[in-house]
């Protein structure tokens, strides 16, 4: 029996494209740049809506992996439809012959497995840019993907490697959405099976020679962020990809960022963004009202550039150990071993006063330890995900304890950062 070294790196050394026939399974491949234009041909085989339980149609199908510089897309072309998913930075997008439609990033796993199933190489981009939604067991390596848990497994004995995706489906029972790789010196192959919510269907691909019949996708930029400043000097970006707001308060030369939200993707997107709109800071501080990823996990990058973090005093020890800690998987996050960490056990002041700062830990009834803040000027209370509004209403809907003892603080409006959907930008104080 064939033991394969499981790693990550493992989809990177798949059969298609790129592996020599005498490269053994865990070989990076040698060609490290593919072709901009790849081909693949096959059947699409499906079923659903024929005469009969179980009958099904076959159409002939060609698959093209086109690459640029900021993007990817895999186009399906079958007898009478066309589907284009095209990876854009972080975002992706898709067109099904109506234009381009954004995919909710909840929505893209399993897509971005089916399409990019072709070009294994972006596939384990995919996976390696969220490391922490995979775990390497004797079995294989686990992805925690939208759908549900799936296992990336070699099958002993013989050349493949297959993705299983096991479900539940309200008609066809227990199934598994699957896709496998085939190795093969003459020409590599996939297999994808999925069961969607009223059909099911198999596609089966082999490598070809042959040129794209039809131009390149033209997909839509990158998306930028939305942005407000909702008083002078206080801007709010909108998140979608972490579902949240982000605040920054500017006073001179000084910058204050609240809670930079679960990567350090988004991390880095929002140094960027903050010195867009703020160019002439050069002191900044970032807040982080507690210890859920959404208001930690992008904090190395403003760590990096040297930024000065204020925290709940109880765990600034744990802090300091996440930006310091070693990511071998993420290459281009390294670690950040110096850290400026203040631990707020008590009220202060940042950027001349434009933010005050309040610890109320245990009493935010949301985490143990807890930081409020005040954004002086527009008198409006920053409360993280303690609460929010949703759209139309006017109370707000709690995730903790409404805070109480605001000392000489008169908000006159609040801001949540979680969720975006539905809930108001800011909340104009009534009681
Ligand atoms: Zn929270």
């Given at each position: 029996m064939r033991r394969i070294g499981w790693a990550p790196t493992l989809l990177l050394a798949t059969p298609l494209a790129h592996a020599s026939a005498s490269s053994s399974w865990i070989d990076l491949p040698e060609a490290a740049v593919p072709p901009d234009v790849e081909v693949f041909t096959g059947s699409f085989v499906h079923e659903g809506?024929?005469?009969?339980?179980g009958a099904t149609t076959t159409d002939a199908v060609t698959v093209e992996v086109w690459r640029g510089e900021t993007s990817a897309c895999v186009v399906w072309r079958v007898t009478s439809w066309t589907d284009t998913l095209c990876r854009v930075g972080d975002d992706l997008f898709r067109d099904e012959g109506r234009g381009w439609q954004p995919v909710a990033p909840t929505a893209g796993d399993w897509l971005t497995a089916q399409f990019f199933a072709v070009a294994p190489d972006i596939l384990a981009g995919h996976l390696l840019a969220d490391p922490a939604r995979l775990h390497a067991t004797s079995e294989g390596l686990l992805w925690a993907m939208g759908e549900g848990m799936a296992t990336v497994a070699g099958q002993p004995g013989d050349d493949t490697l297959t993705l299983t995706l096991p479900r539940a489906h309200p008609v066809f029972g227990d199934v598994s959405d699957e896709i496998t790789w085939t190795r093969s010196a003459s020409a590599p192959s996939v297999e994808i099976v999925r069961a969607e919510a009223n059909t099911r269907w198999r596609l089966q691909l082999v490598a070809a020679d042959g040129r794209p019949s039809g131009a390149p996708p033209s997909p839509p930029p990158p998306s930028t962020w939305a942005h407000q400043e909702?008083?002078?000097g206080v801007h709010v970006f909108d998140l979608p990809e972490a579902d949240s707001r982000t605040v920054l308060v500017v006073q001179g030369d000084e910058g204050v960022l609240f809670d930079p939200p679960l990567s350090s993707d988004i991390g880095a997107r929002l140094v960027q963004a903050a010195k867009a709109q703020a160019p002439q800071v050069r002191t900044w501080s970032v807040v982080v009202s507690h210890h859920h990823p959404h208001y930690t996990g992008g904090l190395r990058p403003w760590a990096r550039m040297g930024a000065t973090i204020h925290a709940p005093a109880a765990i600034r020890d744990w802090l300091l150990e996440l930006l310091a800690s070693d990511r071998p998987l993420s290459p281009d996050d390294p670690p950040v071993p110096n850290a400026r960490v203040v631990g707020v056990s008590r009220p202060m002041k940042l950027a001349g006063g434009a933010v005050a700062l309040r610890p109320i830990d245990a009493t935010s009834g949301h985490t143990e330890a807890f930081v409020l803040s005040y954004l002086t000027a527009s008198r409006t209370l920053y409360i993280a995900d303690l609460g929010w509004w949703k759209e139309g209403t006017t109370a707000p809907r709690l995730r903790g304890n409404w805070p109480e003892d605001l000392g000489r603080w008169k908000p006159t409006h609040a801001i949540s950062?979680?969720?975006?959907?539905?809930?108001?930008?800011r909340w104009d104080w009534t009681m």
């Open positions: 809506h024929g005469p009969t339980p909702v008083s002078p950062a979680f969720p975006l959907e539905n809930a108001k930008v």
